[in-house]
C-alpha cells in the first residue's frame, strides 16, 4: 500500500510546488511508483511535469466534485517518468462547490482509496491557504513534508501550519504525521539563514531532513522546459540536492 505525503505550507513563495515535482521525479529514478496530486488552482506542478493544464479533458476537479475515478483523469509525465492527477483553473470554484457536497473534507481521500495499491508514494502538491483543498488534502495524507526557508517570518508561517496539523490530527486524521523539514532556496553564505537552520535542527532534531536545497537557476529555469530540475539538468546542485531527498524520503518510510 502507498504511503501519501501533503507538501504544504501556508505561506507563499517558498518552494512547494518545486519540491513537490523535484520529489516526485527523485523517486522515480530510484524505481518508485509514483503519483503527483496538484491541488492548486495555478496548475503549476501539472506544467511543470510537461502536461498542458489548458488541454485537459479532466482533472482533480472532477475527482472531488463529480467523483470521477482517479484513473480516468491520470496522466503519464513522459519526462519525470510519473503519473499526474493534473489541475487548471477549474479548481478554483471547487471550495464553493465542496460546501455543499457530503464528506466535503475526505473526498479525495475516498477517491485515492481505490489506487493506492498502485502506487509506492502518492505526492500532494497543496494551495498556500487554509482551504478546503488543502483540508482535503491533509485527511488524505499520511504525513507531511514542510518546505521552509531559513528566514523568520518563515518560522512564523510554520508555527500556524503545525498548529493547522495539530487540529486535523487531533479531530479529522489521526494518521497525519510531520514527516519532515526542508530547508529550500538555502545561502550558507547569510549568517541569519544559518542561525535560522540551527535553530530548527535544535528544536525539530531528526524531522528536520539532512538534504538542504540550494537557491539554484537550473530548478528554477526548468519549469519553462515542462521538466522537473532532476531531469532539465541532473548535474546542477538543485537537482544533486533533490535527488539526496528522494533516497532519504525511501529510507524514512522504511523506518516509520
Given at each position: 500500500?502507498g ?9 507563499g ?7 513537490a ?7 522515480a529514478?530510484q524505481?518508485?511508483?509514483?503519483l ?12 511543470g ?12 476537479y ?10 480516468e ?6 519526462f ?9 483553473r477549474e479548481?478554483?470554484?471547487?471550495d464553493?462547490?465542496l ?16 489506487i ?10 497543496c ?9 482535503n488534502?491533509?485527511c488524505a ?10 528566514e ?17 490530527h ?14 529550500v532556496?538555502?545561502d ?10 540551527e535553530?530548527l ?18 530548478l ?26 528522494g533516497?532519504?524520503m ?7
Amino acid at each position: 500500500m502507498g504511503k501519501i505525503f501533503c507538501v504544504a505550507n501556508q505561506k507563499g513563495g517558498v518552494g512547494k510546488t518545486t519540491t513537490a515535482v523535484n520529489l516526485a521525479a527523485s523517486l522515480a529514478t530510484q524505481g518508485q511508483r509514483v503519483l503527483l496530486v496538484d491541488l492548486d488552482p495555478q496548475g503549476n506542478a501539472t506544467m511543470g511535469s510537461g502536461i498542458e493544464k489548458a488541454r485537459l479533458e479532466s482533472s482533480v476537479y472532477e475527482v472531488l466534485v463529480d467523483d470521477i475515478d482517479v484513473l480516468e483523469s491520470c496522466l503519464h509525465s513522459a519526462f519525470g517518468n510519473y503519473d499526474v492527477l493534473p489541475a487548471n483553473r477549474e479548481l478554483t470554484g471547487a471550495d464553493f462547490e465542496l460546501v455543499a457536497l457530503n464528506n466535503r473534507d475526505v473526498r479525495l481521500k475516498q477517491a485515492l482509496k481505490k489506487i493506492e495499491q498502485l502506487y509506492d508514494f502518492v505526492l500532494i502538491d497543496c494551495p498556500p491557504t487554509l482551504s478546503l483543498l488543502t483540508l482535503n488534502g491533509l485527511c488524505a495524507a499520511h504525513g507531511v513534508i514542510v518546505p521552509m526557508q531559513c528566514e523568520y517570518f518563515a518560522l512564523e508561517g510554520l508555527s500556524d501550519l503545525l498548529n493547522t496539523i495539530k487540529h486535523v490530527h487531533a479531530n479529522l486524521n489521526p494518521e497525519l504525521q510531520i514527516i519532515g523539514l526542508l530547508r529550500v532556496m538555502f545561502d550558507p553564505r547569510i549568517t541569519l539563514q544559518q542561525q535560522v537552520s540551527e535553530q530548527l535542527k535544535q528544536h525539530f532534531r531528526d524531522k528536520v531532513f539532512n538534504a538542504i536545497i540550494p537557491r539554484n537557476v537550473r530548478l528554477a529555469e526548468a519549469p519553462s522546459y515542462g521538466m522537473p530540475g532532476v531531469v532539465f539538468d541532473p548535474r546542477s546542485r538543485g537537482a544533486k540536492a533533490y535527488l539526496q531527498l528522494g533516497v532519504e524520503m525511501i529510507t524514512r518510510i522504511q523506518n516509520m
